[in-house]
């Protein structure tokens, strides 16, 4: 990028809520998601790192909400699974809720799969439900 535009760094800002894979596809120029394997083993480290910092309990989970809200999607039957991950209570529940949906997806299907499939209706990513369409300044420019 700094080749191409001259530019000094780049913000990846919130691009990485819930897509920590994010770092790695753009230091190896690539856009391949996490297979459901990968997905659940940095989730779950992710929760483990969490509770060791605010200690078990219901607040920890409550805390944990809202990254669990950002990492469940992308898969099948996601959607789904959000408004129960908003109801966790502990850091345990989390983690179970989470082995269970996993072992219900194949370990190697890959977050997002193809741009194509979700397009006719699949899961999204909630980070990206805002594009250039609905964006008033660039939809004035580009209708002019």
């Not at 345990?92 to 269970?100: N, P, S, T, W, Y």
Request: net charge negative; glycine share 8%; charged share 35%.
């Amino acid at each position: 990028m700094a080749e191409l535009t001259g530019c000094d760094g780049v913000l990846i800002s919130r691009g990485c809520l819930g897509n920590p894979w994010i770092f790695r596809q753009i230091l190896d120029d690539r856009t391949e998601q996490p297979t459901v394997a990968e997905w659940l083993e940095l989730v779950v480290r992710h929760s483990r790192y969490h509770e060791d910092f605010y200690s078990e309990g219901h607040y920890a989970a409550i805390r944990f909400r809202k990254h669990l809200l950002w990492y469940v999607s992308g898969f099948p039957g996601s959607r789904a699974l959000r408004p129960e991950m908003g109801l966790v209570d502990s850091m345990a529940e989390v983690r179970d809720r989470l082995k269970r949906y996993a072992d219900t997806l194949p370990a190697d299907l890959r977050r997002y799969g193809d741009p194509r499939e979700l397009e006719r209706g699949g899961d999204h990513d909630p980070k990206n439900e805002m594009d250039r369409r609905h964006d008033r300044g660039v939809e004035y420019y580009e209708d002019a």
